[in-house]
Every structure is written in structure tokens, then in C-alpha cells.
């Protein structure tokens, strides 16, 4: 993972990234943090807005958080690009549904980076094609096992590419 920010504080940077980021989500996660243990004055008070929080409201206390804890919030290509990263694993772990995951990072990550070439596959799989565009186009009960092959190749790249 980036740094030291776990899989619920990357999905909601995400989200953030994408302006699809609510008070509420803001909210939720201060009291899943300090539920697993974490703890800081802002994020004691972020937990204790009140349900139906304006996004505005919230996020000076997050971001005040996130400081305290000493969490240093990547580049927003790197984010998103990690985001990659923590769906091809849940893909291969099974702990995500493949259209769901297909469309997270379609709409999350694809989509604000402008389609960048090396994501391809992923697009292509979310279009209902195989990764490369071989033919003929994959059944849909196939494209799962498409995804986990796909995702297991990604990976392998990423890792590749980290350790040069």
C-alpha cells in the first residue's frame, strides 16, 4: 500500500480524487479508524459530527487527521493508480464481485486518467472485451477468469516496474 494508508482510507482518497466523496464517508471512516485503534484529536472530533455531515463541514477535520497521523496523501495519478493495485488483489482474493470491480476502476481510475494506454486491458475487459482484444470477444461467464488473469499479469508488471 502507499505509505502506510490502508485499503479504507485509499477507497475514500479515491473517492475524494473524484468528488464523489461525501461528509457522511468522511464520518464513517473516522469512527472505523478509531474503532481499530487509531487515534488523534481531529479524528476524535471528525467521528463525532453528526450523521448527514456537509462534505465541507467534514474535511478540515480529516485533512487535520491525516497530519496528525502523520499520513502523507500521494499524487493523484499515484493514488489512483494504487487503487489499481488493491482491486486486481481483491480480483485474485475473490473478495470483490468482477463487474464491481471492473466498473471501480473504469469509473475511478480510467476515466480521470484520460484512458492511459497501459490500463488498456483493463478498459477492454470492462467493455466486455478480453484484455488484448483477441477474437472472438469472450463470453461474459468468462470474463472473470479473464479479470483474474488479467489482474495476476497487472500485478506482476507493477511489481516489475517498482523494482526497476
Same mark, same amino acid.
Given at each position: ?5 490502508? *485499503?479504507? +482510507?485509499?477507497?475514500?482518497? #479515491?473517492?475524494? @480524487? ?8 468522511? !464520518?464513517?471512516? =473516522? ?46 495519478? *499515484?493514488? +489512483?493508480?494504487?487503487?489499481? #493495485?488493491?482491486? @486486481? ?8 464481485? !468482477?463487474?464491481? =470491480? ?63
Amino acid at each position: 500500500m502507499t505509505n502506510n494508508i490502508s *485499503l479504507d +482510507l485509499l477507497t475514500l482518497l #479515491v473517492l475524494r @480524487a473524484n468528488n464523489a466523496l461525501t461528509g457522511d464517508d468522511l !464520518v464513517a471512516w =473516522a469512527l472505523r479508524a478509531l474503532e481499530a485503534g487509531t487515534e488523534s484529536p481531529n479524528l476524535i472530533t471528525l467521528a463525532g459530527l453528526p450523521t448527514r455531515s456537509c462534505r465541507a463541514d467534514a474535511e478540515p477535520y480529516f485533512e487535520r487527521a491525516l497530519q496528525e497521523l502523520k499520513i502523507a496523501v500521494p499524487s493523484t495519478e *499515484l493514488l +489512483l493508480r494504487q487503487y489499481v #493495485v488493491s482491486v @486486481a488483489e481483491q480480483i485474485i482474493d475473490e473478495r470483490i464481485e !468482477v463487474r464491481l =470491480a471492473l466498473e471501480e476502476i473504469h469509473r475511478y481510475v480510467i476515466n480521470p486518467l484520460n484512458h492511459p494506454e497501459d490500463l488498456s486491458g483493463w478498459c477492454y475487459l470492462w467493455e466486455g472485451n478480453s484484455p488484448d482484444l483477441s477474437y472472438p470477444p469472450p463470453s461474459q461467464s468468462s470474463i472473470a477468469k479473464l479479470a483474474k488473469e488479467h489482474a495476476v499479469r497487472y500485478l506482476s508488471q507493477v511489481k516489475q516496474h517498482n523494482d526497476e
